[in-house]
């Protein structure tokens, strides 16, 4: 039980350091006000390189947590899951106002199952170009979630195959509720010239 513990504190206290919010401060800025931190905010807001930075930086940390629970509890590699993908999306540095957790997810599967893993990059690859040539334009929904709301469920059928299944089910139980959490109570976005943090 203390593994555990010690898992999912060193885990969440890791996701807690959202890369899209230490960027935009090192700008002096906070990302928060207009957008959220995570890969796609950071790129609509600074570009292609500070996405690309943030992102994955975001995934490494993803991939250090689940180390961590590989090395102090291999049986429940989940606690990582869950702790890393929480601490993203409710930051203790940042007062838990964070980004959707799709980065660090997808680090913590890399180590705990590639396999899976590689089957979900894959079918979201494959959707993104299709669902922006066919459907976008009507949906008015971003690509990114769209394919992620389809290769998640295909994840889960490649993880009771490949394993990975109660990291993928906590990981996402995460993001279930941060994505419920923003569609009930979307975050404030101060105008620019406020100039709060």
Same mark, same amino acid.
């Given at each position: 039980m203390a593994a555990l513990l010690l898992v999912f504190a060193v885990s969440y206290l890791l996701g807690s350091l959202v890369a899209g919010v230490l960027y935009s401060r090192r700008r002096g800025e906070d990302i928060r006000g207009r957008d959220l931190p995570g890969g796609s905010g950071t790129y609509?807001?600074?570009?292609? #390189?500070?996405?690309?930075?943030v992102t994955v930086l975001d995934i490494v940390k993803g991939a250090v947590a689940a180390g961590v629970g590989l090395i102090l509890a291999p049986e429940a590699t989940w606690v990582a899951m869950l702790g890393v993908v929480l601490g993203h999306c409710y930051p203790l540095y940042f007062r838990f106002q964070g980004g959707g957790g799709?980065? &660090? *997810?997808?680090g913590a599967l890399l180590v705990a199952a590639p396999l899976t893993l590689a089957g979900m990059v894959g079918t979201?690859?494959?959707?993104? &170009?299709?669902y922006r040539a066919t459907?976008?334009?009507? $949906?008015? *929904?971003?690509? $990114?979630?769209?394919?992620?709301a389809v290769a998640v469920p295909v994840g889960l059928l490649l993880a009771t195959r490949y #394993?990975?299944?109660s990291d993928l089910l906590? #990981? #996402?139980?995460?993001?279930? $509720?941060?994505?419920?959490? *923003?569609? $009930?109570?979307p975050p404030h976005r101060r105008g620019a010239e406020s100039g709060q943090p």
């Open positions: 609509r807001q600074y570009g292609v #390189g500070a996405a690309v930075l799709i980065a &660090p *997810l997808l979201g690859l494959l959707l993104i &170009p299709l459907l976008q334009s009507r $949906v008015n *929904l971003n690509a $990114v979630p769209f394919a992620t #394993g990975g299944l906590a #990981g #996402g139980a995460a993001m279930a $509720v941060r994505a419920a959490h *923003l569609l $009930v109570r």
